[in-house]
T-cell receptor
Framework: GENVEQHPSTLSVQEGDSAVIKCTYS??????FPWYKQELGKGPQLIID?????GEKKDQRIAVTLNKTAKHFSLHITETQPEDSAVYFC????????????FGTGTQLKVEL | DVKVTQSSRYLVKRTGEKVFLECVQD?????MFWYRQDPGLGLRLIYF???????EKGDIPEGYSVSREKKERFSLILESASTNQTSMYLC????????????FGEGSWLTVV
């Protein structure tokens, strides 16, 4: 089955700096790659996603890049703010977006003042 | 907005008890999922359902069963709770398999003593 690896497990940045989280996947048939943000005591919320026919996608301060050949994808957060502090999960799926997701192990991002 | 509701946020149960975790979604979604979240392991899929009375095993189904008698409700059952099932349980849903977003509930914290 699919295996998703995520690095780093913890990331500390100064407010205003950029943060990058990287994931690799094993199954070349995977075609949908969402990123979720989980705040303390809450369920994960989708923040951005990318499909295999696209190399990059941006939404304000957040961007995701996908390299299908190398089977890795990354989340980039620019101009980080304290409210960006949370756990971030990457995931991969083969069957469009509604099919089951395989998740990475999560990255605890801390944005320091 | 899509709402996935997990009725019990915090539960404490004794070893050997039968435990029911209930989840309801209000958007007529076809797919529903149960994930387990543990530190350092990310989210792991226990079971999912793509239609009423239909279910499929995920990656870690042992010790669990599920029930989907109505489209909006998906129950996770621990037939005989054990201490290694102490965890955070997340329910999720998506409209269908056509590339739609997966939405999560707020989670149920289960402690088995």
């Amino acid at each position: 089955g699919e295996n998703v690896e995520q690095h780093p497990s913890t990331l500390s940045v100064q407010e205003g700096d950029s943060a990058v989280i990287k994931c690799t996947y094993s199954d070349s048939a995977s075609n949908y790659f969402p990123w979720y943000k989980q705040e303390l005591g809450k369920g994960p919320q989708l923040i951005i996603d990318i499909r295999s026919n696209v190399g990059e996608k941006k939404d304000q301060r957040i961007a995701v890049t996908l390299n299908k050949t190398a089977k890795h994808f990354s989340l980039h957060i620019t101009e980080t703010q304290p409210e960006d502090s949370a756990v971030y999960f990457c995931a991969a799926s083969k069957g469009g977006g509604g099919n089951k997701l395989t998740f990475g192990t999560g990255t605890q991002l801390k944005v320091e003042l | 907005d899509v709402k996935v509701t997990q009725s019990s946020r915090y539960l404490v149960k004794r070893t050997g008890e039968k435990v029911f975790l209930e989840c309801v979604q209000d958007m007529d979604h076809e797919n529903m999922f149960w994930y387990r979240q543990d530190p350092g392991l990310g989210l792991r899929l226990i079971y999912f359902s793509y239609d009423v009375k239909m279910k499929e095993k995920g990656d870690i189904p042992e010790g669990y069963s599920v029930s989907r008698e109505k489209k909006e409700r998906f129950s996770l059952i621990l037939e005989s709770a054990s201490t290694n099932q102490t965890s955070m349980y997340l329910c999720a849903s998506s409209r269908d398999n056509s590339g739609n977003t997966i939405y999560f509930g707020e989670g149920s914290w289960l402690t088995v003593v």
